[in-house]
């Protein structure tokens, strides 16, 4: 991931160092609860651990960056082989609502799957969480049913690689 995506009113960036003090003053503690995140020193080291990921290539870790140089969400998408889906989401609260997320979703599924060979990734969303249920499927997100998660019943969902003609 080299390249910065832009957009009318947010970028799109690698996951950087430079970034992870202003990516923790916006994982609010509202953002925390709904991803079960115990604190933001747990989050630190999610972090420093998706650098090294990155490093290697393991996964591709995108910051959402408002106008104003500030993180405002992030959007991973880790190797096929989640055990509670590939995709990790969060936008700072102050953002829902207006269509960004949905936005940006769609323009890091683009640049994902133009620099993999993946046919889809997919997402777990528990069954409670509605919002992020609405949002990914208005991102384009196919639901494919009700599953067994790790803190109750989750919904299954999957973003296909529309260049890819093969079936999953």
Same mark, same amino acid.
């Given at each position: ?7 009318? !009113? ?27 995140? &115990? ?19 393991? &996964? ?28 990790? &989401?969060?936008? !700072? ?8 997320? $949905? ?13 993999? $060979? ?5 997402? &777990?969303?528990?069954? !409670? ?40």
């Amino acid at each position: 991931m080299d390249n910065k995506i832009t957009s009318k !009113n947010f970028n799109i960036i690698p996951l950087a160092s430079s970034y992870v003090a202003s990516y923790l003053q916006q994982f609010s503690e509202t953002v925390r609860e709904a991803l079960r995140v &115990t604190s933001i020193d747990a989050e630190h080291e999610y972090l420093q651990a998706a650098l090294e990921k990155q490093a290697k290539g393991e &996964t591709h870790f995108y910051l959402i960056v408002a106008e104003s140089h500030q993180v405002i969400g992030a959007v991973e998408i880790r190797k096929p082989e989640q055990s509670r889906g590939q995709l990790y &989401t969060w936008l !700072n609260e102050d953002y829902w609502g207006i269509g960004l997320f $949905q936005e940006a979703m769609r323009k890091v599924a683009v640049d994902y799957f133009s620099k993999t $060979q993946e046919r889809y990734f997919d997402a &777990t969303v528990e069954i !409670n969480n509605r919002r992020s249920y609405r949002a990914l499927k208005k991102a384009g997100f196919a639901d494919l049913g009700i599953q067994d998660g790790a803190w109750g019943k989750d919904y299954a969902l999957v973003l296909r690689n529309k260049n890819m003609t093969t079936r999953l």
